[in-house]
């Protein structure tokens, strides 16, 4: 829950992170860019958080130790990140980083775990 509400506290910070990317002397279309990219970042790991959250409470991953561990190291590290680029206005391409490596492969196992257990009729692991 705490990388959910980092990555909605982000929006807070989001002009910073996005004005960190730009050089001194920029015009509104460059910021415009990269402020379209810094929100689909974070619309995309909100999804990805999102599709963890109904996979674990619809009980597809409750019982699966290991997959639990696996998201809650990835979400721990993931929501220190983030914490770190809302306190120090990192560029906001390192918020696609922490969708790539924190939020995206545990949502892709979810998505399996998931599939797998409507497909097959339940996983025996």
């Known amino acids: ?53 109904a996979g674990f409470l619809g009980g597809f991953s409750m019982f699966i130790p290991a997959v639990n561990v696996l998201v809650v190291v990835s979400h721990t590290v993931g929501c220190i990140y983030t914490c770190v680029a809302i306190m120090e206005a990192w560029h906001f391409l390192n918020l696609w980083y922490i969708f790539a490596f924190f939020a995206g492969p545990v949502a892709l ?8 257990t409507f497909c097959l009729g339940g996983m025996n692991v």
């Open 109 to 116: 196992l979810e998505l399996c775990i998931i599939t797998g």
């Open 1 to 53: 829950m705490s990388f959910l509400v980092a990555t909605i506290m982000i929006l807070s910070t989001m002009t910073e992170n996005v004005v960190a990317s730009l050089p001194k002397t920029y015009s509104p279309a460059q910021f415009d860019a990269n402020n379209t990219s810094c929100l689909l970042a974070i619309i995309v790991t909100l999804v990805c958080i999102g599709v963890n959250l």
